[in-house]
């Protein structure tokens, strides 16, 4: 996670959105490509600062919270935001791709609505789920769950991502603290 931080200091430093991290007290595992699930987070926490920057005259706060979900084996990672919030009509869509909520903001800061479809596809390739809850006016909350490694694993070669082959991807069991270092 603070690799991802690091990632993306300096965007925050020059902004006016607060970044809020809410991480487990104890240091959760996944067996995970590091490169791609750092890929996930920089987009959804992308997305978020854009829909706070577009939320005019309120508090803006971005929430990361990593979630030990100790009965399902599992690790949720929320991205939070107090920005705008998705209209309920687009809800439904905005993991396809190509889709876009708004369609100005390609024109501008050069979207091209693949990031969350990209998204859904990477948690997907690992094991896991990507859901999002939103209020128009009040904020989004995207949710990701992936499976816990246990922490006597040290690598999982049966978990490849398609299309690729185990040499070209850095598949390994990570602590989140330290997969999303930046």
């Given at each position: 996670?603070?690799?991802?931080?690091?990632i993306?200091d300096?965007e925050?430093?020059r902004?006016r959105?607060?970044?809020?991290?809410?991480?487990?007290?104890?240091?959760?595992?996944?067996?995970?490509d590091s490169?791609?699930?750092?890929?996930?987070?920089?987009?959804?926490i992308?997305?978020?600062k854009?829909?706070?920057?577009?939320?005019?005259?309120?508090e803006?706060?971005l929430?990361l919270?990593i979630?030990?979900?100790?009965?399902?084996?599992?690790?949720?990672?929320?991205v939070?935001?107090?920005?705008?919030?998705?209209?309920p009509?687009?809800?439904?869509r905005i993991f396809?791709?190509?889709?876009?909520?708004?369609?100005a903001r390609?024109?501008s800061?050069?979207?091209?609505?693949?990031?969350?479809s990209?998204v859904?596809h990477?948690v997907s390739?690992?094991?896991?789920t990507?859901?999002v809850?939103?209020e128009?006016?009040r904020?989004s909350?995207?949710?990701?769950?992936?499976p816990?490694?246990?922490?006597?694993?040290?690598?999982?070669?049966?978990?490849?991502?398609?299309?690729?082959?185990?040499?070209?991807?850095a598949?390994?069991?990570?602590s989140?603290?330290?997969?999303v270092?930046?």
């Open positions: 996670i603070h690799e991802v931080v690091a993306l300096y925050f430093k902004g959105v607060r970044l809020d991290l809410q991480l487990a007290k104890e240091s959760l595992r996944i067996v995970c490169i791609q699930i750092q890929q996930v987070l920089v987009n959804l992308r997305n978020a854009y829909a706070c920057d577009e939320m005019p005259g309120k803006k706060t929430t919270r979630i030990k979900d100790t009965a399902a084996q599992r690790v949720r990672i929320q939070a935001d107090t920005g705008i919030g998705i209209q009509q687009h809800l439904s396809e791709r190509f889709y876009r909520v708004d369609r390609s024109r800061t050069g979207g091209s609505g693949l990031g969350l990209i859904r990477v390739n690992h094991g896991g990507v859901t809850v939103s128009e006016g904020g909350t995207f949710t990701i769950v992936l816990r490694a246990e922490s006597s694993v040290e690598t999982n070669p049966s978990t490849e991502t398609p299309n690729t082959s185990r040499s070209n991807v598949e390994e069991t990570r989140l603290d330290a997969a270092d930046t």
